[in-house]
Structures are given as structure tokens and as C-alpha cells.
């Protein structure tokens, strides 16, 4: 507290701008020293719990079951209030003869009139209170998006998730691109599966690197048309990304084994899709594509297993994607710099000229001077 000056500094909400910076300057170093090239890279996502309790959880189902109430409550009104008017209107104006034999008078009219003002006023009251519940369930819903079916209160970027644990709780998808288990981008997201998330995992690792991968490694969750489509177009002008993908389609594996049966049947053809399961299929099963995916476990996953139990990071502490976020970034950047110290003490051992190599063991004082 003396040293601070009785100030309380956050770090992580302090660099929210400008961390970024921070973490490009790590993987700067890693390529300077030679740990990483950005050639193929492994991409995969996890789950990880955020901040927020599962008992305050928005669904779309309930959403849509309370705002189905609430204009049947509304039309409800509205029809009562037309038959208040109507009843007034006889009162005023009714010409109609009294044969009920029942004496009115003034007062009682008045009465009447009175009744049915404060009947008008009572409803539009709840007429109000009706329709701003309504356009607070609009607000959620615009919250949770279209792509989602859930959403958390006390975080409303979380999204309920099935866990690695096999539960279901609110969370948040992280995505890791790593090169020989080196972090090279790291993305937040509110999506359950992986499928849309390549595209923007490759513009972060690029934004990040400055440079464009050679091949990307990824799992079936990543295997959809769109992906393929993107890392090589089927129709190659100005935006070919000319990036090798080893990514499996969806039901790879079930394919193979129908394949193998003589089972296999193409239903509802898609002539792009299946050229480009085609293509992937012939890729993966030769000498290198076997090699790409043994590689992926040995790259990505390791990298997964060192955050989650040897750091210990398996719960967000801060709320909102952007928090978050940050968090990872943190938790990224320290990995980052722990492979740095190992790939530094082994290579300060060699004695091939690498003097950029020593002189930084010199500094970080795994060499004596």
C-alpha cells in the first residue's frame, strides 16, 4: 500500500486497450530466437466457465413462452377496455325506453360513470406495465442474439455450454492457434461448436503474426464447407488464401468405415462439398496427413492440458467477452513465456554461432557472462 500510494492499479482492466500490443512483442521475441515461423499451425477450442451462476440463466424457450402471455394479456385488455367504451356510450347516449321498471337516476349514473373511469384508468396502468415487460423481453432477446438460446444475466456474453466435465454450465468457448505448443492467437467466443470460428482464429493469428500460415491442422468440429471454401475457394481469383487444410469433414470417420464396407452413399449431393471431401480424404490418408494429425495432438492439445491443470485456469474471473478476453490473453502470453525460458535454456547449450541466442541467455542469465 506504501509503494502504491494507497493507489489500487488493475492490470487487467488498466491494458484493456492496448494488451495486445504486449502479447505480438512475445511472439516477436519467440520468432527472433527461432521457437516459432508460423508454417503449420493447430487450431482447437475448449470450454471454459465464466463468471455467472447457472440459476440466472435466460432462455429462449421461457422468453418466448412470457412474451406469448403477455400479448394474449394485452389483446385481453384491449378488449375490455372496448367494452368499457361501449358501456359508456350507452349511458351518455342511450335513447332506448326503461322497462326494467328500476328507477335511475343522476346519481346513479354518475356512479356508473365513475366506476368505469377508474376501471380505464386501472387498465391503462397495466396496459403500461404489460408493454414494458414486452419490450424488456425484446431487449433479452436482442441480447442473446439469433445464434444462441441462452444467455447468462450476470454476464450476458456467457453462453450455457456442455462442459469438458460432462455437465452443462455457463461459459465461454476459447480458441488457441498454437505452433509447437506456442500460442499464436487466442480468440473468446459465445458459440457452443467450432464451426464458424476458423475464419476469424486465421485473421487473428495473421493480425498477430504478420504473416499468413502455410497449413492449418484442425479437428472434424471445423470441417464444414465454409471452411474449406475459405482456406482455398473453388473458384481461385483474388481471394484465395492458398493455405493447405488437413481438417476432416464432420463425419469422417463414419464415412470411412461405410467406405470400407462398400456402404457409402452420397444423399442430397453437394457437388462443392464433396469435391472438397474428396480432396481432404486423399490428403489425410496419405504418409504426411497421417503425420499432420499426429502432429495436431501434439501441438494444440498439450498446450490445452498446460492452462487447464498446471496453470490452473479452468473459470474466468471477470465478466463480458472483452474481460475475458484480456484474461486469456494473460493466461496466453504467460504460456508463451514459459516455453520461451525452455527453448532458451536448451539452445543456449548449442555452439553453432547462434550469438542473437546467447547473448539473450546473457540477459536472461541462464549463461554466464
Known amino acids: 500500500m506504501w509503494l502504491a500510494g494507497r493507489q489500487n492499479p488493475d492490470f487487467r482492466k488498466d491494458k484493456l486497450a492496448n494488451f495486445k500490443s504486449l502479447f505480438e512483442q ?22 471454459i466457465l465464466a463468471s455467472a451462476s447457472k440459476n440466472k440463466m435466460q432462455y429462449r424457450k421461457q422468453l418466448l413462452k412470457r412474451r406469448i402471455n403477455l400479448k394474449e394479456k394485452i389483446d385481453h385488455i384491449l378488449k375490455e377496455a372496448d367494452d368499457l367504451d361501449a358501456q359508456e356510450d350507452r349511458i351518455y347516449g342511450s335513447e332506448t325506453i326503461n322497462r326494467t321498471g328500476i328507477v335511475i337516476t343522476k346519481e346513479k349514473v354518475a356512479a356508473a360513470i365513475k366506476k368505469i373511469s377508474r376501471r380505464k384508468q386501472t387498465i391503462k396502468k397495466e396496459k403500461t406495465i404489460l408493454k414494458a415487460k414486452l419490450s424488456a423481453i425484446k431487449t433479452k432477446e436482442q441480447t442473446m442474439r439469433k445464434d444462441r438460446n441462452s444467455y447468462a444475466s450476470t454476464d ?21 492457434a498454437t505452433e509447437h505448443q506456442v500460442i499464436l492467437g487466442y480468440g473468446v467466443y459465445s458459440d457452443r461448436n467450432d464451426q464458424k470460428l476458423l475464419k476469424p482464429m486465421m485473421e487473428e493469428v495473421e493480425a498477430r503474426t504478420k504473416r499468413k500460415p502455410e497449413s492449418v491442422l484442425a479437428d472434424a468440429g471445423y470441417g464444414r464447407k465454409m471452411n474449406y471454401r475459405y482456406l482455398k475457394p473453388a473458384c481461385p481469383v483474388g481471394r484465395n488464401r492458398k493455405i493447405a487444410a ?20 452420397i444423399k442430397n449431393p453437394d457437388v462443392e462439398l464433396e469435391k472438397y471431401k474428396a480432396r481432404m480424404r486423399i490428403r489425410l490418408q496419405s504418409e504426411q496427413g497421417q503425420a499432420m494429425l499426429k502432429r495436431r495432438h501434439q501441438d494444440v492439445e498439450p498446450t490445452f492440458g498446460d492452462i487447464k491443470r498446471n496453470m490452473e485456469f479452468r473459470r474466468f474471473n471477470l465478466r463480458g467477452k472483452l474481460k475475458c478476453e484480456l484474461e486469456l490473453g494473460l493466461v496466453s502470453m504467460a504460456h508463451n513465456l514459459k516455453k520461451m ?12 554461432g547462434k550469438t ?13 557472462v
Not at 356 to 368: A, D, K, S
Request: glycine share 8%; hydrophobic share 40%; charged share 20%.
Open 26 to 47: 512475445v511472439l516477436a521475441t519467440s520468432m527472433d530466437i527461432g521457437l516459432i515461423r508460423v508454417g503449420t499451425i493447430s487450431l482447437d477450442g475448449s470450454k
Open 341 to 352: 525460458k525452455s527453448w532458451v535454456k536448451k539452445a543456449i547449450q548449442w555452439d553453432d
Open 356 to 368: 542473437n541466442i546467447q547473448e539473450l541467455g546473457h540477459i536472461l542469465g541462464y549463461l554466464p
Open 156 to 176: 450476458p456474453d456467457a453462453t450455457l455450454m456442455m462442459m469438458k466435465e460432462n455437465y452443462i454450465a455457463p461459459g465461454y468457448n476459447i480458441q488457441l
Open 246 to 265: 488437413y481438417i476432416p469433414n464432420q463425419n469422417y470417420e463414419q464415412d470411412a468405415i461405410l467406405r470400407n464396407q462398400g456402404l457409402y452413399q
